[in-house]
């Protein structure tokens, strides 16, 4: 057990990277588990955490805080009706089948595998991000099932298996087809919801009798930094929402494409370094 100086600097780290990821719940859309994913990782392996679980506690253990992360986002932006909500009826089995999906493809692979697939789609995120442009249509309109209905599989398989709430995916597909940015993030907030529910009693099913697996863990869940974190999120979250109907999206967008950029890179390094 590490010293209790050192302890207290993880759970530092943990409540600066709950703000962090409740902000950008609300302004992405998203549910943080791009920010909380990496960072977990970093402490459960200073925590002396087996590299085998490593890896998939930190996607189990953040679709854990997503969850409330998620509704409390997603009820804040439906509050001002912007929330395309025949998408999301539409995805109601599409997005949680994926995510289903996702836990099953994670009992089944390792620690370096999931490390590939994060670094991979960080990498493709953060392209997204630095050099999107409003002008990248595909089309004038959502594509019609079951088409959609296959994207939504896809973004929950892609986000389950990143631990993420699917707002960036989701963001870029629905840009893509040219419905507003702010429709896109409304709308993105409830799939996490749909994405996160499932994706954690997935990823108890998937990590149930593991070895290795760190004190107060049910699966690939550990709760004491779902316990930790939740209340942080939870309580920035509707920041966010006020930021992303008032700041420069673009900037913003560019500096998160920067940051996943450097998560890619270092999820590569634990690979091939």
């Known amino acids: ?49 087996d590299d085998a679980v490593r890896m998939h506690l ?5 679709l854990a805080i997503i969850v409330p992360t998620s509704v409390r986002s997603f009820l804040s932006h439906y509050r001002r009706g912007v929330s395309d909500t025949d998408l999301l009826r539409n995805w109601l089995l599409a997005v949680p089948l994926g995510a289903i999906l996702a836990s099953v493809i994670a009992a089944y692979v390792g620690s370096e595998a999931l490390r590939l697939i994060f670094a991979v789609i960080a990498l493709a995120i953060a392209f997204r991000m630095i050099f999107n442009r409003a002008s990248w249509r595909i089309g004038s309109d959502l594509p019609k099932n079951p088409i959609k209905w296959l994207v939504g599989v896809a973004i929950g398989v892609l986000s389950g298996l990143m631990g993420v709430g699917g707002g960036v995916l989701n963001n870029t597909f629905m840009t893509l087809y040219n419905r507003p940015i702010h429709q896109a993030v409304a709308t993105s907030a409830g799939v996490g919801v749909l994405i996160s529910i499932p994706g954690l009693f997935g990823y108890v099913w998937a990590g149930w009798g593991e070895a290795g697996l760190p004190p107060l863990s049910t699966g690939f869940i550990n709760w004491i930094a779902v316990a930790l974190i939740i209340p942080i999120t939870l309580l920035v979250a509707p920041v966010g929402v006020a930021l992303a109907h008032a700041l420069d999206r673009r900037q913003l967008e560019a500096g998160f494409g920067i940051f996943m950029t450097l998560i890619a890179l270092r999820f590569f390094y634990s690979l091939y370094g």
């Open 1 to 49: 057990m590490p010293p209790i100086s050192e302890l207290m600097m993880f759970a530092l780290a943990l409540a600066a990277a709950g703000v962090v990821a409740g902000v950008l719940a609300g302004l992405f859309g998203i549910g943080g588990g791009a920010i909380l994913v990496p960072v977990f990782y970093q402490v459960f392996g200073l925590l002396g955490i």
């Open 58 to 62: 930190s996607v189990g253990t953040s």
